[in-house]
């Protein structure tokens, strides 16, 4: 079965600074979507970044980016110029490419310090 | 415009009571999904239905029953309801066929509170 951690329960971040939030997964397929989605107090679940597995390339979306390493089964978000409006929980997530359900990791409680 | 609307926002109840939780997706969707979130945050699937019909069923107390009446709708009622199940529940919807999303799009949950 897929899993998905998420080693760090809190992080915090100056204003303005970068942050790297880490995510681990293990499987046994080769195709796979991973997802960062965010959620805010509002609890509204919000799509940050998705990577499909069989692209190389790192997605990024404006200030979000991801490190992709396949070969090591690491998926981590990297939030440039935090704002205090990315203060979050943060969930990593995978789904496989034939099967509908998303699995969440525990999210990742992200402070912005102003 | 609502992608995902799920109502009611907030349901208090009293243990034993039967209530429901509806979703509606106008993003034109043929799958949708409940997701369970419990106190500590940990997000777990529950259902899955594809064009009205069930294609995932975790373990879920057969208390907890989803009805698709179209491919736009898929409520959640549940019955004889008993403290466990206070939680947010978050509908999600997406594209599975043809050209699909693989992205699922979540509603604003609903948290339900058993007293």
């Known amino acids: 079965a897929q899993t998905v951690t998420q080693s760090q329960p809190e992080m915090s971040v100056q204003e303005a600074e970068t942050v790297t939030l880490s995510c681990t997964y293990d499987?046994?397929?080769?195709?796979?979507?991973l997802f960062w989605y965010k959620q805010p107090p509002s609890r509204q679940m919000i799509l940050v970044i998705r990577?499909?597995?069989?692209?190389?390339q790192n997605a990024t979306e404006n200030r979000f980016s991801v490190n992709f390493q396949k070969a090591a089964k690491s998926f981590s978000l990297k939030i440039s110029d935090s704002q205090l409006g990315d203060a979050a929980m943060y969930f990593c997530?995978?789904?496989?490419?034939?099967?509908?359900?998303?699995?969440f990791g525990k999210g990742t409680r992200l402070h912005i310090l102003p | 415009d609502t992608a995902v609307s799920q109502t009611p926002k907030y349901l208090v109840t009293q243990m034993g009571n039967d209530k429901s939780i509806k979703c509606e997706q106008n993003?034109?969707?043929?799958?949708m999904y409940w997701y369970k979130q419990d106190s500590k945050k940990f997000l777990k699937i529950m259902f899955s239905?594809?064009?009205?019909?069930?294609?995932i069923n975790e373990t879920v107390p057969n208390r907890f029953s989803p009805k698709s009446p179209d491919k736009a709708h898929l409520n959640l009622h549940i019955n004889s309801l008993e403290l466990g199940d206070s939680a947010v529940y978050f509908c999600?919807?997406?594209?599975?066929?043809?050209?699909?999303?693989?992205?699922?799009?979540f509603g604003p949950g609903t948290r339900l509170t058993v007293l």
């Open positions: 999600a919807s997406s594209h599975e066929e043809e050209t699909p999303t693989e992205t699922q799009y």
């Open positions: 499987t046994s397929e080769s195709d796979y979507y």
């Open positions: 990577q499909e597995a069989y692209k190389q």
């Open positions: 997530a995978y789904r496989s490419d034939w099967d509908d359900k998303i699995i």
């Open positions: 993003l034109g969707h043929d799958t």
């Open positions: 239905y594809n064009n009205k019909e069930l294609i």
